[in-house]
């Protein structure tokens, strides 16, 4: 018994597969509507099914001999067999149902009612010009050949059969750069163009260079894989491959890729692009250096003029040894990390460079004037991830936590707020899993994750982010709310932001809970009555005399240039070693970036990140 409760409770009723409408069609045939004469048999065991791509001449006839129409050109047809695949394509209910009793190469007879041909109810296909549709007849099949196809357009105007199948994953897209023998025919054999001897056809991806429905097709292939494309007339557009074109049906593109490379628009623009000359080893972007690490490449460094002057060689000018450096940190040109960050170990790629992306932002070389755009050929010969925190005892995470902080200091002091707030953020993330074990444990660990929050909440202040910085100091303020320094930030936060009453009552909530802030609570309070004042004395100036005139009068309006309406403040010392590491607070914020909170996993591990994703088609992912 319990055996058969077991069973019973197992047995899960399978959802029933939804009908589809060619099989609600074939519900409507009756015994005797469709009948089948075999003319001349077919080779092979397998019969077409559903998703094959079927090619077949079709011969109508009345019962008494009569050609109605037909495909083949001794019966007044163009010699140009049909292409169907079964299952998508639209066809009579006798061939749908008939078809797929046939081998290849066989010839049969099929005689049809006319529910089976055009004269079935709310038939899908049109029927012909004067047809008889109201008549038996017989439809005479040759099939010639049936394989799987690829649909590569949902219309199945392309088609694609695999011939040999390719290397890899990766499939040629904009902008990449592509070699391949090419061939074409029409739909009845003739060739109309072969390119198969000398070089392989070179284009450029996405730039019309040959036919749509072939680019469409050859952007579902893989290195060294052979196929044929079939193309009907609407995506057949001129083209320098096929610059014309006849009144083609369709034509059959028979394609071997021999090569392609990696071209990458890293901004999307055209002025940062990465071209793979030597593919690497692994699977791109898993083995790529996505995150921060060690990384070893050699390099040379061309102008882009007419001389391509060459301005340094690893290999020459530094005895021979690669650069060695730490992503991350800005110790590159910007335009240059971004594309190492996407080579795979072993790549090679030339990148060219604009010069905001290159040595105008960053210690220029003496031989590069100011304002050059570069290239840079970069070999990744390897790289060291950062280390795993996974097995490190608290004291052994602490200090990693410590060595990475530094780095974001120093990062501060350089002025790169982007690349020091990415440090800090790091480190906070690996503290989600970090569990100390004893109360000094968790108090070291919350003081320091305290800090780092302050830190990146002094970076978002610096790169006019009010909002965010204002976040970042209630996560400091949600677990410790009698925290003087969070409450200084914030209050400088919301001062920058306009919000003097917010700021004011931070400002004085810092006396009350920590006395020894008071006088740094005293100097922001009065700062803060002076911003108060000069925005006062402004809005004063700006709507003088709007009220002042009789009704009817119309007052004129002083309006101050916003360029110089802006409220500033004094500059002060930034140290991060200070009790309070952003003095400087009172810079224009961004409020219309202030409710964007979420950029991606990978933005968040380097201010880069979006346009990488950009480079690689995605334009958003997060972490769920």
């Excluded at 990744?380 to 052994?396: A, H, V």
Aim: glycine share 8%; with cysteine; net charge negative.
């Amino acid at each position: 018994m319990a055996s058969e409760e077991d069973a019973e409770q197992s047995y899960v009723p399978q959802k029933k597969k939804s009908e589809s409408e060619d099989d609600k069609r074939r519900k409507k045939i009756v015994p005797g509507s469709l009948m089948k004469a075999l003319m001349r048999p077919g080779g092979g065991e397998s019969n077409p099914s559903d998703g094959d791509q079927i090619i077949y001449h079709c011969t109508v006839r009345t019962l008494d001999g009569v050609v109605v129409e037909s495909t083949r050109s001794e019966h007044g047809g163009k010699g140009i067999p049909i292409r169907n695949v079964l299952g998508k394509s639209k066809m009579i209910l006798g061939l749908l149902e008939g078809i797929p009793t046939m081998l290849k190469g066989e010839v049969a007879m099929f005689k049809m009612m006319p529910q089976m041909h055009y004269g079935e109810e709310d038939c899908p296909v049109p029927a012909p010009s004067s047809f008889p549709k109201e008549y038996d007849l017989h439809f005479e099949i040759e099939l010639i050949d049936f394989s799987k196809a690829k649909v590569v357009s949902d219309d199945l105007g392309v088609l694609k059969k695999v011939i040999d199948e390719g290397q890899g994953w990766e499939s040629p897209r904009e902008p990449y750069e592509v070699k391949a023998w090419i061939s074409a025919k029409t739909g009845d054999g003739k060739v109309i163009m072969s390119h198969t001897e000398g070089e392989p056809y070179f284009f450029t991806f996405g730039k019309c260079e040959v036919p749509k429905g072939l680019e469409m097709g050859i952007g579902t292939m893989t290195r060294k894989e052979k196929a044929v494309v079939y193309v009907t007339n609407q995506y057949l557009t001129p083209s320098p491959l096929l610059p014309m074109i006849e009144d083609y049906e369709e034509v059959h593109f028979e394609v071997e890729l021999v090569h392609f490379i990696q071209v990458r628009d890293m901004l999307g623009d055209g002025r940062l692009i990465k071209r793979r000359l030597h593919d690497g080893k692994g699977d791109f972007p898993m083995d790529c250096p996505l995150h921060d690490s060690l990384l070893q490449v050699h390099y040379k460094g061309m102008l882009l003029n007419e001389e391509k002057t060459v301005f340094y060689d690893t290999r020459v000018d530094n005895q021979g040894e690669p650069l060695e450096f730490s992503s991350g940190e800005g110790m590159v040109p910007e335009g240059f990390e971004m594309c190492v960050r996407l080579m795979l170990p072993g790549e090679i790629a030339l990148v060219t460079c604009p010069p905001d992306y290159a040595y105008d932002k960053f210690s220029r070389p003496p031989s590069v004037p100011e304002g050059a755009h570069v290239q840079w050929e970069i070999e990744l010969l390897g790289f060291e991830m950062p280390k795993d925190w996974t097995g490190l005892n608290f004291q052994e995470i602490m200090d990693e936590a410590e060595k990475i902080r530094v780095t974001g200091n120093r990062l501060f002091k350089e002025g790169k707020f982007e690349l020091a707030k990415a440090k800090y953020e790091k480190v906070l993330r690996e503290f989600n899993h970090v569990n100390p074990q004893t109360d000094e444990e968790g108090k070291v660990f919350l003081d320091t994750r305290n800090s780092l929050h302050l830190n990146v909440a002094a970076c978002f202040l610096k790169m006019g982010e009010c909002r965010k910085s204002i976040d970042a100091c209630n996560k400091v303020l949600d677990a410790t709310p009698v925290h003087a320094k969070a409450l200084y930030r914030r209050g400088m936060a919301y001062m920058a932001a306009g919000d003097f009453e917010e700021a004011r009552f931070d400002f004085q909530m810092m006396i009350k809970v920590d006395k020894s802030s008071e006088p740094d609570a005293t100097a922001a309070l009065a700062k803060l009555k002076k911003q108060e004042q000069e925005v006062e004395r402004k809005a004063r100036k700006q709507f003088k005399g709007l009220f002042d005139k009789k009704p009817g009068e119309i007052a004129e309006v002083q309006v101050e240039d916003r360029a110089g309406g802006e409220i500033t403040g004094e500059n002060q010392k930034n140290d991060l070693s200070a009790p309070f590491l952003e003095r400087d607070d009172s810079q224009h914020c961004n409020e219309a970036d202030g409710g964007q909170y979420g950029m991606g996993w990978f933005y968040s591990l380097w201010p880069s990140g979006r346009r990488i994703f950009s480079a690689l088609g995605i334009d958003k992912c997060t972490i769920l």
